[in-house]
Nanobody, 123 residues
Framework: QVQLVESGGGSVQAGGSLRVSCAAS????????MAWFRQAPGKEREGVAS???????TYADFVKGRFTISQDNAKNTLYLEMNSLKPEDSAMYFC?????????????????WGQGTPVTVSS
């Protein structure tokens, strides 16, 4: 079992920045990948960014150049730095984990999920 706990969500004005974090604990595999997904009310969950233990990253087109995913392997913590935020970025942000490498954004590929942290961007 792997436990994921997100933090750092909140409210910000359009154009602002926010950083969300995800602390992982439990039976973490030596080779793994983690990702951020988001889901807005009435919309499907979508992949935002992913990273594997080797630092390979993947970003959704709608966040390229604005969001940066990173990890602190020693602390088993995942981060998502979000800049130039837009109202359409408002959503619940979830982190996810899978016990193998390969930074993809396919939700079905991830085994464990956090409870999410809300991000609200006002215009």
């Amino acid at each position: 079992q792997v436990q994921l706990v997100e933090s750092g969500g909140g409210s910000v004005q359009a154009g602002g920045s926010l950083r969300v974090s995800c602390a992982a604990s439990g039976a973490i595999h030596s080779r793994y990948s983690m990702a951020w997904f988001r889901q807005a009310p009435g919309k499907e969950r979508e992949g935002v960014a992913s990273i594997d233990i080797y630092g390979e990253t993947t970003y959704a087109d709608f966040v390229k150049g604005r969001f940066t995913i990173s990890q602190d392997n020693a602390k088993n913590t995942l981060y998502l730095e979000m800049n130039s935020l837009k109202p359409e970025d408002s959503a619940m942000y979830f982190c996810a984990y899978k016990p193998r490498t390969g930074a993809d954004l396919f939700a079905y590929d991830y085994y464990y999920w956090g409870q999410g942290t809300p991000v609200t961007v006002s215009s």
